[in-house]
């Protein structure tokens, strides 16, 4: 009689705790039901992928939208909209406006002749001191940035971006200078910060940047203004060296690489002939195939940045003692020539970005 007291005791304790759990899973169906039908009664967020954009005139930048049936449109004759994608037409700020439903969004388009479209021109002027104002070096510095933000920040691409706007879209030719010192100790050069290397993110254009210097021997001078190089012991136009540009746009693209040198020096590894694995440029080992804008290219105490390809032609920007400039070179006048290696950078990037073989 006890046992049978018993069993039916574990009975109503299990059927209890079924009818517990029932219970609760219920409960979490029903909250979970009204959670889910109170996300999907909020009313739609628009989002924009910018607030504002930077074109030159003739450029074109596509807008993206989290909704599928934004609509964009502006009254202003400044700027031309075909559908979401926007074309600079002449000087001037404009209003474009985003509507999706009964949403709206305004974006701030500003189009401005500072800069070009990429084009090759190793005749354009050289870099004067002064040439830009306090202004002028914002709004290049944020065209520079959301260039590089659109291929990709910290990938190949956005290294590229940042190569190619000194080089093709800049309007003028950026000096080369013999660097007088460098941030950390290199051989007995002393310790001087913008002064044929500059290793801050923008352009170095006016007085604006001379906060960020961190210490001068005879500067500091923007780039174009008069510097006496310890080199050639005369003043001439800042710039950047040879290692300095590809530097800067390492650092622009998102990778400090800190204050190296160029050239294959043994007694060093910490150059930006180190960074990645080095392809020898013969005709045994030269393949063009696994080559990539934003790949560099060097020889002994000179390094350069190939900022497009087109078959086996490749665009190489280097900073030489003839300014800034960018060489159209087939792969046989590379063998050619006295370049020797090209590093492939894919382990060092990781990521390709939004990358175009060409401008």
């Known amino acids: 009689m006890r046992k049978?007291?018993?069993?039916?005791?574990?009975?109503?304790?299990?059927?209890?705790?079924?009818?517990?759990?029932?219970?609760?899973?219920?409960?979490?169906?029903?909250?979970?039901?009204?959670?889910?039908?109170?996300?999907?009664?909020?009313?739609?967020?628009?989002?924009?992928?910018?607030?504002?954009?930077?074109?030159?005139?003739?450029?074109?930048?596509?807008?993206?939208?989290?909704?599928?049936?934004?609509?964009?449109?502006?009254?202003?004759?400044?700027?031309?909209?075909?559908?979401?994608?926007?074309?600079?037409?002449?000087?001037?700020?404009?209003?474009?406006?985003?509507t999706s439903n009964n949403l709206t969004k305004s974006v701030e388009v500003i189009v401005t002749d500072l800069y070009t479209l990429p084009v090759i021109n190793n005749k354009k002027e050289k870099l004067t001191c002064n040439e830009f104002t306090k202004e002028e070096e914002i709004i290049l510095d944020e065209a520079l940035a959301l260039k590089i933000e659109t291929a990709g920040l910290k990938t190949r691409s956005g290294v590229v971006a940042a190569a190619r706007f000194l080089s093709l879209e800049f309007p003028y030719r950026i000096p080369y200078f013999y660097e007088n010192g460098r941030l950390v100790n290199y051989g007995e050069q002393d310790y001087a910060d913008g002064e044929g290397r500059y290793y801050h993110k923008g352009l170095y254009l006016t007085e604006n940047k001379f906060s960020e210097i961190k210490s001068s021997v005879h500067?500091?001078?923007?780039?174009?203004?008069?510097?006496?190089?310890?080199?050639?012991?005369?003043?001439?136009?800042?710039?950047?060296?040879?290692?300095?540009?590809?530097?800067?746009?390492?650092?622009?693209?998102?990778?400090?690489?800190?204050?190296?040198?160029?050239?294959?020096?043994?007694?060093?590894?910490?150059?930006?002939?180190?960074?990645?694995?080095?392809?020898?440029?013969?005709?045994?080992?030269?393949?063009?195939?696994?080559?990539?804008?934003?790949?560099?290219?060097?020889?002994?105490?000179?390094?350069?940045?190939?900022?497009?390809?087109?078959d086996s032609t490749f665009y190489i920007a280097e900073s030489l003692d003839y300014d800034l400039h960018v060489l159209t070179m087939t792969r046989d006048e590379i063998i050619e020539s006295d370049w020797l290696y090209i590093e492939l950078m894919d382990d060092y990037y990781k990521k390709d970005g939004n990358l175009k073989e060409m401008w």
């Open 4 to 98: 049978k007291k018993l069993k039916l005791k574990k009975k109503f304790r299990n059927l209890l705790n079924l009818i517990k759990f029932l219970i609760t899973l219920v409960l979490i169906i029903y909250f979970l039901t009204l959670f889910l039908k109170k996300e999907n009664t909020k009313e739609p967020t628009l989002i924009l992928n910018t607030e504002r954009v930077y074109l030159s005139i003739g450029e074109s930048y596509s807008i993206t939208s989290n909704l599928s049936n934004t609509k964009y449109e502006t009254s202003s004759d400044i700027v031309n909209v075909n559908g979401s994608v926007l074309t600079g037409l002449s000087v001037g700020t404009a209003n474009l406006t985003a």
């Open 219 to 310: 500067g500091p001078a923007a780039w174009g203004c008069p510097l006496l190089t310890d080199t050639l012991k005369i003043k001439a136009p800042n710039g950047l060296d040879c290692s300095g540009f590809v530097s800067w746009a390492l650092l622009n693209g998102g990778y400090d690489v800190g204050d190296v040198g160029a050239g294959i020096n043994e007694d060093r590894t910490d150059d930006l002939d180190d960074l990645s694995t080095k392809m020898k440029l013969n005709e045994e080992n030269f393949d063009a195939s696994l080559v990539k804008p934003g790949d560099l290219i060097g020889r002994y105490g000179h390094i350069g940045i190939i900022i497009g390809k087109e």
